[in-house]
């Protein structure tokens, strides 16, 4: 069994079962090449300071980088009775270089190591996250450019609302990612700070640089409060809502891909590297990959649950507990990641049936808003135009017509304010064309859109 560093004031071992219990490595080994990014960093600074020698301080950092290459070379074996990653690596350096190697957690605690560890990795994660975001925005813009003009019926309480064009409906999902992606920017923000020089909770002896080490490690600045550096997670908490909420964006995103899917809908077709089979219905092609992203939404929503209870009541400053901060955080970051990789891919692969969705938006009389708003133009009052509309429908349900099928006569049945130019108003195009203003779905205003995300993208805004 290893040596604990902090074994001094103990008489009697750790219980085995509890050793186990209390230890971290399985999870936090993930973090080694931050820690050992992060104490390079202190040492370099340590001996800067005067606090310890400069020949120290190189053995200091040659064993760790020895101890990097050793754990990515796979030759590293991690100890449960050495409980985390911050001891498994320590412990290894002084195996490594002797005694000198003790002096590294000079003017350092496990606390702010912790804080520091975590807050290098997920900066380095959300960077990979928003590349994937990236792909996914990607693929939108260009599945929405190459089907502009396709048709699809727009939908309030999923009864046919008005029709809109596919390219804009994409085009939503791109604006709900553009906010996810202003998330993960703001909290970055927030995120970006050094907590090391904390020490335990309430600072340290030593007469330490924290700017010299934040400026090392790329940190724009350092926190301001010890107690509150050691005890902080809301960057963690942060990431977690904003992914939360990603997920809800993708949940909803696949759902709709699981509906168009559907032989009852018939608006796409998922490509069958998205897709299994049944084992027992031959016919079947099932969406899974939508469908577990929506299932996902459920641990990503639990995590964040988890971990603001896990936060709740503490008392300052670190206290154990905190030690669950991880499996949290990182099953939320693989699972977005994976979520978003996935999704990226299967909507760069989705064909579209044109025909088919365009059949549907000419059902459930789309375009009766159209022939109230031209009889609104008329110099009628909107709720009578709605009153004249509704029987309009209802007859047309009674007759088995579709409002565009009216003859001019059926239509004055309902109102003589309507002419022969009722017929460039009902159609299709002629309903979606009419939505011009910004953020409408007329070909052009849905044109403008996509030239601004391109020009947005290229960092041209
Ligand atoms: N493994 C611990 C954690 O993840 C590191 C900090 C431990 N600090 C302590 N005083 N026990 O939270």
């Not at 290894?92 to 990795?121: C, F, M, W």
């Not at 590349?131 to 309480?157: C, F, K, W």
């Not at 004055?412 to 011009?436: C, G, K, M, P």
Request: proline fraction near 3%.
């Amino acid at each position: 069994m290893s040596k604990k560093p902090w074994a001094g004031r103990f008489t009697q071992p750790t219980d085995q079962f509890v050793e186990a219990f209390t230890a971290s490595i399985d999870f936090d080994q993930r973090l080694y090449r931050y820690d050992i990014q992060g104490s390079i960093a202190h040492a370099r600074m340590l001996a800067r300071q005067g606090i310890i020698g400069d020949g120290e301080a190189q053995a200091i950092v040659d064993g760790l980088e020895a101890i990097l290459a050793d754990i990515e070379g796979g030759d590293f074996e991690f100890s449960v009775s050495l409980e985390d990653i911050h001891m498994n690596i320590e412990a290894r350096l002084i195996e490594r270089i002797g005694p000198v190697g003790g002096k590294l957690h000079t003017a350092r605690s496990r606390n702010d190591q912790v804080a520091l560890d975590i807050r290098l990795y997920l900066r380095d994660e959300l960077n990979r996250i928003r590349e994937y975001l990236d792909r996914l925005q990607e693929a939108l813009l260009d599945q929405a450019e190459s089907n502009l003009g396709v048709i699809m019926p727009g939908y309030t309480h999923l009864q046919t609302a008005q029709p809109v064009l596919f390219s804009h409906h994409l085009l939503a999902y791109y604006e709900m990612l553009r906010r996810d992606a202003g998330r993960f920017a703001d909290l970055f923000k927030r995120l970006n700070v050094l907590p090391l020089g904390a020490g335990a909770l309430a600072g340290t002896t030593f007469p330490i640089d924290r700017e010299f080490v934040a400026e090392q490690l790329g940190f724009a600045g350092v926190t301001r409060n010890s107690l509150d550096s050691v005890s902080d997670r809301d960057f963690a908490l942060e990431f977690c809502a904003a992914a939360a909420i990603l997920m809800m964006h993708l949940s909803r995103f696949s759902e709709e891909l699981i509906l168009w899917s559907s032989a009852d809908f018939d608006f796409i077709t998922l490509s069958d590297a998205f897709c299994t089979g049944s084992s027992i219905m031959p016919q079947k092609k099932n969406p899974d990959v939508p469908e577990l992203v929506r299932g996902k939404t459920g641990r990503v929503y639990g995590n964040l649950m988890g971990l603001l209870t896990v936060m709740k009541a503490l008392p300052l400053a670190y206290n154990k507990d905190m030690q669950e901060d991880k499996e949290p955080l990182f099953d939320t970051l693989d699972t977005v990641t994976g979520c978003l990789k996935v999704f990226a891919d299967m909507v760069a692969q989705l064909s579209v049936k044109a025909d088919s969705m365009r059949q549907a938006a000419a059902r459930g009389f789309s375009t009766a808003t159209d022939v109230a708003d031209y009889v609104v133009r008329k110099g009628v009052p909107f709720r009578d135009a709605h009153e004249i509309v509704g029987k309009t429908v209802r007859y047309c349900i009674e007759q088995g017509k579709d409002i565009p099928e009216l003859s001019l006569a059926e239509f004055r049945r309902f109102s003589e304010h309507i002419d022969q130019d009722i017929y460039d108003y009902v159609t299709l195009e002629a309903s979606i064309n009419a939505r011009r203003a910004t953020g409408g779905t007329a070909r052009e205003a849905v044109e403008r859109e996509i030239a601004l995300a391109r020009r947005e993208r290229a960092g041209r805004i």
